[in-house]
């Protein structure tokens, strides 16, 4: 079973609009972190940021912003007013401490942002 | 202060010749991860070492893939014999103490092509 879901493959949305990237895990643990990365064309990942499963508070970084909702095992990314430098691809990861092999380090499919001038 | 540091960042070979990639993690770093990247299978964890120790080769494909790390400055992923499956972008990750569960630091990759 898929640990991590990114159902959005593709994104295209107009410079400056706000866009919302989604990221659904699964896990049986009550410990887990969940990070976003993200992957410019040039191709090196990013780390963007790290959540552990007791802090629920959301995030903001300047235009980013990060939605954890444990109700919903979601952890949802996103970006506004988007800028052509935010086109990349992103991930999603999950990483159970518990689950052995790396500390369980499960990525997702990544979605890939692109940003129209 | 210096990243990741990988290398060949590409290597195009012929099926059946050996291949090698090579990573310098960044200093003081005591994980060290090596994942492939392809468009069907995504990421995926290849083995990972800490304190120069492997750890988890699970995720290591089969007897061609072998991966060494000799000291804390230095890992090499070796395949032999090379097959045109395993082209991929084969990137190098590095952590302080905290395993998986903290930042990964990434190398910008090697992409291998097999023909």
Redo the contacts between chains.
Sequence with gaps: AQKVTQAQTEISVVEKEDVTLDCVYETRDTTY?L?W?KQPP??????LI?RNSFDEQNEISGRYSWNFQKSTSSFNFTITASQVVDSAVY?CAL?E?AG??????T????THLIIQP | DAGVIQSPRHEVTEMGQEVTLRCKPISGHDYL?WYRQTMMR??E?LI?FNNNVP??D??MPEDRFSAKMPNASFSTLKIQPSEPRDSA?Y?C?SSLGQ???????????S?LTVL
């Design positions: 972190y990070f990365y040039s191709g090196e990942l990013v780390f790290r991930f990483s401490p052995g092999g790396a500390d369980g380090l990525f997702g499919k990544g | 991860f995504g990421l964890l990972y750890i988890d699970s995720g972008v990137f990750a395993g998986a569960t903290g930042e990964l630091f990434f190398g910008e990759g992409r």
